[in-house]
């Protein structure tokens, strides 16, 4: 899976418990990201929405949320990326852009990126394999890149993996089906299906998804983007309909409860930081607006790339000073009293607070 800002790769087996032990049929996961946590509920058996405001996170979740493993025939995908991953490499926009201008891939994995893409167009644009060939290239891109993680900027050096030549592999695809949507969270969130259990795992501050991940943005949607600075990032992320509220100090907060206090669920599990906009204590009084019953379980956990390896700038060099290398993350449980201490205690998930 790609590396992603907040994804919840090490929440997933925590939050994955207390799915189970909810025994939710239906689930929504509504800031879905890598669709890490969508898997976990396609996984356990539910019917799961994924929804995102990003492009690429919409062909991951018609990929592992809407394909179903049973359904799916993986000769026909091997098959199909053997014929692209055999096309001979060619320099496109891929190549010239984040190549040549900036130096997020090697050209040699550039080229091929280049062809894999237009391949996947042509013969592939109105086949079911379709999310799925684009999910084994941007899965296969990020094994390859140049960044530590974001793409505002790349690494000074090739990073090691970098110089590897990229390699297509099949995803591993859930069983069941589900829906991907793409859309504003806050719009969506009343008119959506009711389901039995809501994830959601806002963005907890300023840092864009958008503008962090604009080359996944640009190799999904394949448009050409014109581009500025030196990170070469998409000018449409200049506009305002590119802007989440999540990212906003000052609109974030109300966002937030109205988004809680729309969606249809017998249970929410929110998931929050330290660091973000919104206290734990406004969190709690949030939630507790649905007049449910709110357990906080917080876990001690590493902070993002940035903290771990210092501040760079565009030129790669260290600047200014780390602060704390942890921060606590928490998972909110909102529903009705029995039930949410229920889940919990037979979850076997235990929390530091
Ligand atoms: C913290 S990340 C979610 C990570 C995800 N749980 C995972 O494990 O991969 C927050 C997500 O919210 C999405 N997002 C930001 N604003 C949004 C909005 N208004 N509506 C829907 N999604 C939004 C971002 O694109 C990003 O994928």
New binding site residues.
């Given amino acids: 899976m790609i590396k992603?800002l907040?994804?919840?790769r090490v929440l997933v087996p925590t939050i994955g418990a207390l799915f189970r032990a909810s025994r939710a049929q239906t689930a929504l996961d509504l800031?879905?990201?890598?669709t890490?946590?969508a898997q976990e509920f396609c996984r356990s058996g539910a019917f799961t929405y994924a929804?995102?405001?990003?492009t690429y996170?919409e062909i991951l979740g018609q990929c592992y949320v809407e394909a179903d493993s049973h359904q799916v025939d993986l000769e026909e995908v091997h098959e199909a990326l053997r014929h692209l991953s055999s096309l001979p490499p060619k320099r496109g926009y891929v190549t010239e852009v984040f190549s040549e201008t900036s130096r997020y891939f090697h050209p040699h994995n550039g080229q091929r990126i280049d062809a894999i893409r237009d391949g996947i167009e042509e013969s592939y644009a109105n086949s079911p394999l379709y999310p799925i060939l684009l999910t084994s290239l941007l899965e296969a891109a990020d094994r390859v890149d140049s960044t530590v993680g974001l793409q505002m900027a790349y690494l000074k050096s090739w990073a090691p993996r970098a110089l590897q030549p990229m390699e297509l592999r099949v995803p591993k695809l859930t069983a069941g089906t589900g829906k991907a949507i793409r859309g504003?969270?806050?719009s969506l969130a009343n008119s959506l299906p009711r389901v039995d259990f809501a994830y959601l795992?806002?963005?907890y501050n300023q840092h864009r998804?958008f503008t962090n991940y604009h080359v996944w943005e640009t190799l999904v949607r394949w448009d050409s983007p014109d581009h500025y600075g030196i990170a070469c990032k998409r000018t449409d992320s200049q506009d305002s309909s590119s802007k989440?509220?999540?990212n906003s100090k000052r609109k974030m907060p109300r966002a937030l409860r109205q988004t809680v206090i729309d969606v249809n669920a017998d249970l929410i599990l929110l998931s929050f930081s330290d660091e973000g906009f919104v206290s734990i204590d406004d969190l709690v009084a949030m939630c507790s607006e649905r007049e449910d019953h709110t357990e906080v379980l917080a876990f001690d956990s590493k902070r993002h790339v940035g903290a771990q390896i210092g501040i760079h700038n565009l030129a790669g060099e260290k600047v200014g000073t780390v602060g704390r290398r942890r921060n606590t993350e928490y998972l909110i449980l909102s529903g009705e009293k029995d039930r949410v201490k229920e889940i919990i205690a037979s979850s076997g998930v235990s929390s530091t607070r």
């Fill in positions: 992603y907040g994804s919840k800031f879905t990201g890598t890490r946590v929804v995102d405001t990003a996170s504003d969270s806050s795992d806002p963005p998804y989440s509220p999540f």
